[in-house]
């Protein structure tokens, strides 16, 4: 394993431990949705890896609120601000198959759907994404 991967793996898991306890509101971290993608198998932050969020309507379809790509960090800053932050049900969706295609990797997932329920949004929520070609982790982080 490179130190490089070793290092970047070692940071996202400090960055949980110190985060630990009770959940986070929206006004200790500045954004009320976050999310961070890591690629697994080179031990680095999915750069320029599309992502677009939808939250489900009263009538049960999807409507797109925001697309973007992850920065240099894995990180997609300003997904939803506090006022269009409410309760319901999100999807998060992961373009993983032109990530991969554009690093000239074979991938077997060309995209991940995350979806989550929002029942307070005054609290913080983190869906980060670990990734590789052929897997993926998620979780509810703080």
Known sequence: MSIQRLETLKQHLHCAETS??????????????TTHVLDTASGTPA?????SLFRKDKLGQWTDLFNGKTNSDGRL???LTQDTFT???YK???????YF???GVNGFYPYVD?????????????????LSPYGYSTYRGS
């Open 20 to 33: 630990r306890g009770a959940p986070q509101t929206v006004m200790a971290t500045g954004s009320p949705l």
């Open 47 to 51: 750069v320029n890896l599309k992502i």
């Open 77 to 79: 800053p300003g997904l």
């Open 87 to 89: 309760m319901g049900l």
């Open 92 to 98: 998060v969706t992961f373009d993983t198959g032109t």
């Open 101 to 103: 295609l554009e690093k």
């Open 114 to 130: 995350v979806v989550f329920e929002i029942t307070d949004p005054h609290q913080h929520y983190h869906v980060p994404l670990l």
